[in-house]
């Protein structure tokens, strides 16, 4: 049996609302390893917002993040998988749409989940035990005791 997308997922993600200011979404970011935020309204996901959104979108375009709403800059309509998808049918959907973060719901719709091209390349490099040195750089893998200055 093929490994479930839910086996290497970051389970349950806050949300936010898409009518947060992107000051207050770079604020709920910067503690996220996903480096992006699900948005939804009304208990669906409408949309992703990335810190590259907010880079490109608000601080390169000049305009102020306070005054700007997440629901301006967010990427939607949202492509999702089911969280019964193997890790195989969410990288496969993650190529075909170039994406590097893919919302997992539920049979209803709900949040559960979000898989990361980071995360995919983790799982890659477990299962090549770690032996493959450009699989272990994708996936930020490093020696113990090891740590880079950015």
């Known amino acids: 049996m093929e490994a479930l997308v839910d086996s290497i997922m970051s389970k349950k993600p806050e949300p936010v609302d898409p009518d947060l200011t992107v000051t207050k979404a770079a604020g709920i970011m ?56 193997t890790i195989k049918e969410a990288a496969e959907v993650m190529s075909d749409y170039g994406i590097g ?17 980071l995360e995919l390349s983790r799982w890659l490099a477990k299962l090549s035990d770690f032996q493959d040195p450009a699989l272990n750089a994708l996936a930020r893998l490093k020696k113990e005791g090891m740590s880079g200055p950015y």
């Open 30 to 85: 910067t503690n996220k390893a996903e480096r992006c935020l699900v948005v939804e309204r009304d208990g669906f996901v409408v949309g992703v917002v990335t810190a590259s959104d907010m880079i490109e979108k608000v601080i390169s375009a000049g305009a102020n993040p306070s005054e700007v709403y997440v629901r301006d800059i967010m990427s939607t309509p949202v492509i999702t998988v089911n969280v019964k998808a």
């Open 101 to 117: 973060k893919l919302p997992v719901i539920d049979d209803s719709g709900g949040l559960v989940g979000i898989v990361t091209s």
